[in-house]
Every structure is written in structure tokens, then in C-alpha cells.
């Protein structure tokens, strides 16, 4: 079995900072692609920043500039740094995994999502 587990989420004035951590456990064999979506009230949930085994990112156009995406492969760890947050960043933030696990079955796995307030 598979738990992805976040953290960091909370409320901050616009143009503060937040940085999200989601924490992959379990039955693991090796992690792909390792990324970040968010769903705002009555909004379809949307890809914020992805992040390949490599390194490779890439982000949404609305918060390029502001977030970057890591990861750290040995804790099999992602994280998202938050800078300059608007209102609009206001959403629930869900960590996905698409991965091998130990049976090498592939599948993507979600984190139970954080909630991100910005707002005055």
C-alpha cells in the first residue's frame, strides 16, 4: 500500500510565502513524475507544477515565476515553494504520484489534499 502525505498548507496575507511537502510511503518501488494540483470552490481541480525522476518541470502559466517545484529522490519527497501568493492561489493542493510499486503494478496516487488561504 501506497500514502502520500502533505503538509505546510495555512493562511497567509497576498504576497507571502508558502512551501507544501508531500511525503510518498509504502510498498514503493521507484517514483515517475511527482506533481502538484489545486481545486478552488466550484472549479475543476488543475495542474499547478510537475516534476520528472530527472528533474525536469514543468508549471501552469499562472504561477510561473512564483512556484518551484523539487524534489527529493532518497525520501521520495516533493515540494512546492509558494511565493508571492494572489487570492486567486486560494485552493485545496493535492500532491499525485505516478509510480511502481513493489509488485511493479504502475498507478498514480493522490495525497489527501491541504488547504492554502491567501488572503487579507
Known amino acids: 500500500q501506497v500514502q502520500l502525505v502533505e503538509s505546510g498548507g495555512g493562511l497567509v496575507q497576498p504576497g507571502g510565502s508558502l512551501r507544501l511537502s508531500c511525503a510518498a510511503s509504502g510498498s514503493i518501488f521507484s517514483i515517475n513524475t511527482m506533481g502538484w494540483f489545486r481545486q478552488a470552490p466550484g472549479k475543476q481541480r488543475e495542474l499547478v507544477a510537475g516534476?520528472?525522476?530527472?528533474?525536469?518541470?514543468n508549471y501552469a502559466d499562472s504561477v510561473k515565476g512564483r512556484f518551484t517545484i523539487s524534489r527529493d529522490n532518497a525520501k521520495n519527497t516533493v515540494y512546492l515553494q509558494m511565493n508571492s501568493l494572489k487570492p486567486e492561489d486560494t485552493a485545496v493542493y493535492y500532491c499525485?504520484?505516478?509510480?511502481?510499486?513493489?509488485?511493479?503494478?504502475?498507478?498514480?496516487?493522490w495525497g489527501q489534499g491541504t488547504q492554502v488561504t491567501v488572503s487579507s
Open positions: 499525485n504520484a505516478d509510480l511502481f510499486d513493489k509488485s511493479v503494478r504502475r498507478g498514480a496516487y
Open positions: 516534476i520528472t525522476s530527472r528533474g525536469r518541470t
